[in-house]
């Protein structure tokens, strides 16, 4: 009978060797966010668009009517004319001889 302990032969006790380690590796997966930053970039972008805006303009007249030779209703180019509830400055030299002709 064959004894493997080593109180069984003395003279030859037991050894303890050590093969170099063999590495088991185990992968392991977490999600980790990652932010990806899309830009939009937004243009205001302005036009000018024509909207027509009707004014009205009112012109009196002054006729001397008393001349001999003249109707009624005509006009020979001698009367005044004033402009009342003009909005607009179309038309600066209308201005200065209207204020010329008032002197």
Not at 11 to 40: L, M, N
Not at 87 to 103: C, I, L, W
Request: charged fraction near 25%; glycine fraction near 6%.
């Amino acid at each position: 009978m064959s004894c493997n302990h080593h109180h069984c032969n003395p003279v030859c006790p037991t050894e303890t060797v050590f093969d170099p380690p063999i590495r088991v590796v185990r992968d392991f997966f977490h999600p980790q966010r990652v932010q990806v930053v899309q830009i939009v970039e937004v243009v205001n972008r302005h036009h000018c668009v024509p909207v027509f805006e009707k004014v009205v303009q009112v012109v009196e007249r002054e006729e001397d009517c008393t001349h001999h030779g003249h109707h009624h209703g005509h006009h020979d180019g001698r009367g005044h004319a004033n402009i009342a509830g003009d909005k607009s400055s179309a038309n600066p030299k209308s201005k200065g001889r209207r204020a010329a002709k008032r002197k």
